[in-house]
């Protein structure tokens, strides 16, 4: 074996997918995911050639643009060892979905199962392929966790961030009372029902308020936008983060949406 | 009945206002799931079951002609007769010949979903024929006029309070004239109304949960005893089912009521759970002397083959509509016709078409509870997904959305545009979301801003950052 593979073998080529709501929301999630892959002793880049996963055009039923998005997203991460997102939905459809949508596709087919086999989410990639076990950071104060759905069931991510989450030091773990319950997102869902999303959210943050906790962390920041939303709609002093943030160590910029005061009542009509 | 699958919001939003509803569907949420949670957590053997179930009803599936054949030939061994209809229309019109050839001025009938898809009481009814609920919850909704709210408890919407305004107006022709409050006290007087409207009927009309292949047999499911009495006092039995409840041996079904109960109230069995054999024969005591099976297919063999055939798995436990958070949100009136949650996301686009039903499969975040529920393992949220792919292939989505869709994807596939827009829409939105960085509202994003804000951007974005070098 050559020094170049052994290298190779113990520190890794990763593509770090950002996700397009971490791109335009919230960037310090994307450097966070990047500083841990890096204690994890990864090589992390971040190819410019991706935007999205292409979940919407999937959802909304538009299979061609789903296709030809995830096509993309295939090229872009050729060559690379693994592909990571910090966000269970996403990966869940690079992981999960992508081959079904390429099933019996002569062309792609083959390529999207093993692009598919090298996608990984965030805290379970460095928990469960990394062996991560302990993280350096500190965070002060009682958070609770907020399983995502595409996380929880397509990937099987539940132990793997609160066992990061019990290294951090200061941090003490609330458990939700209806952990396996959706938040009511759901990507274009929670604008084509609004009624719908947001009792479910609305119930999500009772639920958040009754563990006291004083953070919400979470692995996926489309639900972390919609609990945040309507915490600050409600007035809420709980301030949400992504779990990345806080395991590398990276908490103390503000947190998602406002965390100062209640909300204003101007677009409240 | 009124389809109103069209107007899911507005149901839904009527829903959401009802704070009996709401009460009732708490209980339902909390109750449901967790008697299925602990029923199945005592039996290790429960998901190796389902596989096996699973397996039972895709053999069935593959030879479905050659077990409904088989079954056919041991009914009419037994003195029965087996009716084939294609549709709703030639099912009713069958059951009003059958109950007319009986000489019947009423008829009981036990729960059956196959009676509601076909809309059958309100064809006995406008041919003089009374029918009969005698399902407890299924009563309630009849004298109520309302379609069942969930598929095993048809009358979870209702509170006490409403059944019995409901039996004080109608039980007083039998004269009762107390208003009761109590539980045991309104099921009491259900029970001595149905007594003798038992006693009185020509024709018991019944569902199946199973049909079997191999003896002709059929098998119901209850809790109160009433498929029993329905089917055994009258002279005539009429039997309603789907053509997928087949199943080809006594001991398959017997696999499957392991995981049927389990998976829908959290018993480990049903109180009764009935196999019968056909009508009468020579030296029985007693039963009816004529035995009629209603097979109905009304579109399900089109489903064979194709991107929906696992929807014919479905048992109509209802674990899907109990865990489902859009179900327990809404309930299950919202969905605009029989069937609700997702099962009924899935099944109602092929019963009565996806131009009236498109709202359902919409109405989902895909959150993959339902499938992970089901006792049959059937990929709900998959062919909701695939509903919306036939939708949007035969562009029965609002153009607003249909171009809005179209807008996104070409950035999505032109990396650079894309991230010049987000670039823009990531400085914009900041401002727009000022110094306590929430945005309240935002044209084109009611939805999202009605009841909640949105969280403002950092201001840069990712690849922007990234490229110029900050880690």
Not at chain 1, 125 to 147: E, P, T
Not at chain 1, 149 to 178: D, M, N
Not at chain 2, 7 to 29: C, G, W, Y
Not at chain 2, 422 to 447: E, Y
Request: proline share 5%.
């Amino acid at each position: 074996m050559t020094d170049l593979n052994q290298d190779q073998k113990e520190q890794p080529r990763v593509g770090l997918f950002v996700t397009c709501l971490a791109d335009l929301f919230r960037p310090s999630v994307g450097f966070a995911a990047a500083r841990l892959l890096e204690e994890a002793g990864c090589r992390v880049e971040a190819p410019l050639a991706q935007t999205c996963c292409g979940q919407p055009a999937y959802n909304s039923g538009d299979r061609a643009s789903a296709k030809a998005i995830a096509a993309q997203v295939i090229d872009a991460f050729e060559g690379f060892d693994y592909v990571v997102a910090p966000s269970g939905s996403c990966a869940g459809m690079l992981r999960r979905h992508y081959p079904a949508l390429f099933a019996g596709d002569e062309a792609l087919e083959a390529r999207a199962i093993e692009f598919a086999g090298r996608c990984w989410e965030l805290v379970s990639f460095l928990h469960d392929l990394r062996g991560m076990r302990r993280v350096a950071a500190r965070f002060d104060g009682a958070v609770a966790y907020h399983d995502a759905c595409a996380g929880l069931r397509e990937l099987g991510i539940s132990e793997q961030p609160r066992s990061l989450l019990s290294s951090v030091a200061g941090l003490t773990l609330k458990e939700l009372s209806a952990p396996e319950t959706c938040c009511g997102f759901g990507g274009l869902f929670a604008v084509k029902y609004p009624d719908i999303s947001i009792r479910m959210v609305s119930d999500k943050t009772k639920e958040i308020a009754e563990t006291g906790a004083e953070t919400l962390l979470g692995g996926d920041l489309g639900c972390l936008m919609n609990i945040a939303g309507r915490l600050s709609r409600e007035g809420s002093p709980i301030q949400v983060r992504h779990v990345a943030e806080v395991l590398a160590g990276m908490a103390d910029g503000p947190a998602i949406g406002p965390d100062i005061g209640p909300a204003v009542e101007e677009g409240d009509s | 009945m009124r389809i109103t699958t069209p107007e899911f919001s507005a149901n839904a939003k009527a829903a959401l206002a009802d704070t009996d509803l709401q009460d009732a569907l708490a209980k339902l949420r909390a109750g449901f799931t967790e008697r299925r949670s602990k029923a199945t957590e005592r039996l290790p053997e429960f998901d190796a079951l389902c596989d096996q179930a699973r397996a039972i009803k895709d053999h069935v599936l593959a030879n479905l002609d050659d077990y409904l054949v088989r079954f056919e030939a041991r009914v009419i061994e037994g003195g029965g007769e087996v009716h084939w209809c294609t549709d709703a229309a030639e099912a009713r019109d069958v059951v009003l010949a059958l109950c007319r050839a009986a000489g019947a001025k009423s008829a009981t009938k036990s729960k059956s979903m196959i009676a509601e898809e076909i809309a059958l009481n309100d064809h006995l009814e406008a041919h003089g024929i009374e029918p009969i609920e005698t399902d407890l919850g299924e009563y309630i909704i009849q004298l109520a006029g309302e379609p069942p709210s969930h598929i095993i408890a048809p009358a979870v919407h209702k509170t006490k309070e409403a059944v019995a305004d409901l039996f004080f107006e109608h039980h007083a022709q039998y004269g009762y004239n107390q208003r009761h409050e109590e539980a045991a006290d309104l099921l009491e007087e259900a029970r001595q109304v149905l007594r003798s409207k038992y006693f009185e009927a020509d024709v018991g009309i019944t569902g199946a949960n199973f049909l079997i292949a191999e003896n002709g047999s059929i098998v119901t499911v209850t809790n109160e005893g009433n498929a029993e009495l329905t089917q055994i006092l009258p002279d005539t039995h009429i039997v309603i089912a789907s053509l997928e409840k087949i199943v080809p041996t006594l001991e398959d079904a017997t696999t499957i009521l392991r995981v049927l109960a389990r998976s829908a109230t959290g018993q480990e069995f049903s109180s009764y759970t009935t196999f019968s054999a056909g009508g009468r024969r020579d030296g029985d005591l007693d039963g009816p002397s004529a035995f009629h099976v209603v097979l109905l297919d009304n579109g399900r063999s089109a489903m064979l083959g194709g991107e929906f055939q696992d929807m014919l798995r479905c048992i109509r436990c209802g674990a899907c509509l109990n865990h489902c958070p859009i179900y327990s949100a809404v309930g299950g009136h919202a969905y605009g016709w029989v069937y609700s949650g997702p099962m009924g996301a899935v099944l109602t686009p092929q019963l009565i078409g996806l131009e009236a039903a498109g709202n359902l499969p919409n109405a989902s975040t895909f959150c993959g509870r339902c499938e992970e529920v089901c006792p049959m393992k059937i990929p709900l949220p998959r062919m909701m997904r695939r509903w919306r792919e036939r939708e949007y292939e035969t562009r029965l989505q609002p153009a607003v959305s249909r171009f809005g869709l179209a807008l996104w994807s070409w950035f999505a596939r032109h990396p650079a545009a894309y991230g010049l827009l987000t670039r823009l829409a990531a400085r914009g939105l900041a401002l727009i979301g000022g110094r306590r960085r929430r945005i309240g509202w935002l044209p084109g994003a009611a939805g999202w801003t009605a009841g909640r804000d949105l969280p403002a951007p950092e201001g840069r974005s990712f690849r922007e950052l990234w490229a110029a070098g900050k880690r």
